[in-house]
């Protein structure tokens, strides 16, 4: 398996656009996660999901972030409008639970965001 | 969760033992002690983790104090791409099995030549 794949690697945008960043989990993988990373705030987790369906979007900064996923190989992280506080790198993550399990959570290389 | 503590920055020599230590003195009793490690420009990286007995594998050893509120990661033979930040975080399975990690500013080794 690839690993959790994560595109674009770097995104430069300017205030107020929109931007799409997309993740395709590790086939097999039941739990999908988006985190964020800044140096103030380090990891944050933002969102995820259980067999497609969002369980807790409470880290979500605020309403100009929306998470999907579609379909089982596929999420997208939106941002919208965008906003120079934005920048960060986001990190997929994805893994495969049995409940009260103990398992590796497999990351993606990341999008590094800039808004400018 | 427990609160972890673990020193900011650490050396070690190449080709020695690197001693990773963490406190978490709140832990409590169902709680695992995991490690992770972030190399520069890449993700999380999972490396051991553990509940009471101490743990090998093929990248590290975890050892746990009897009293289980202290641990230490060992990595025996440090080279250069050992060179992170790891991240001790404990965490109990919640009831929806989801085990989401929540991880603090962790310790960044440096290995030196």
């Known amino acids: 398996d690839a690993g959790v794949i994560q595109s674009p690697r770097h995104e430069v945008t300017e205030m107020g656009q929109e931007v799409t960043l997309r993740c395709k989990p590790i086939?097999?993988?039941?739990?999908l996660f988006w985190y964020r990373q800044t140096m103030m705030r380090g990891l944050e987790l933002l969102i995820y999901?259980?067999?497609?369906?969002?369980?807790?979007d409470s880290g979500m900064p605020e309403d100009r972030f929306s998470a999907k996923m579609p379909n089982a190989s596929f999420s997208t992280l939106k941002i919208q409008p965008s906003e120079p506080r934005d920048s960060a790198v986001y990190f997929c993550?994805?893994?495969?639970?049995?409940?009260?399990?103990?398992?590796?959570?497999?990351f993606g290389s990341g999008t590094q965001l800039s808004v400018l | 969760d427990a609160k972890t503590t673990q020193p900011p920055s650490m050396d070690c020599a190449e080709g020695r033992a690197a001693n990773l230590p963490c406190n978490h003195s709140?832990?409590?009793?169902?709680?695992?002690v995991y490690w992770y490690r972030q190399i520069h420009s890449q993700g999380p990286q999972y490396i051991i983790h553990?509940?009471?007995n101490n743990e090998t594998n093929e990248m590290a050893s975890l050892i746990i104090t009897e009293d289980r509120k202290s641990s230490t990661l060992i990595l025996p033979h440090a080279t250069l791409r050992d060179t992170a930040v790891y991240y001790c975080?404990?965490?109990?399975?919640?009831?929806?099995?989801?085990?989401?990690?929540?991880f603090g500013t962790g310790t960044r080794l440096t290995v030196i030549p």
């Open positions: 086939s097999g993988h039941d739990y």
């Open positions: 999901f259980n067999n497609n369906v969002p369980i807790d």
């Open positions: 975080i404990v965490r109990l399975p919640d009831q929806t099995g989801a085990n989401n990690l929540f």
């Open positions: 709140t832990i409590s009793g169902n709680e695992y």
């Open positions: 553990g509940l009471k």
């Open positions: 993550a994805s893994s495969f639970r049995r409940r009260g399990s103990n398992e590796k959570l497999f």
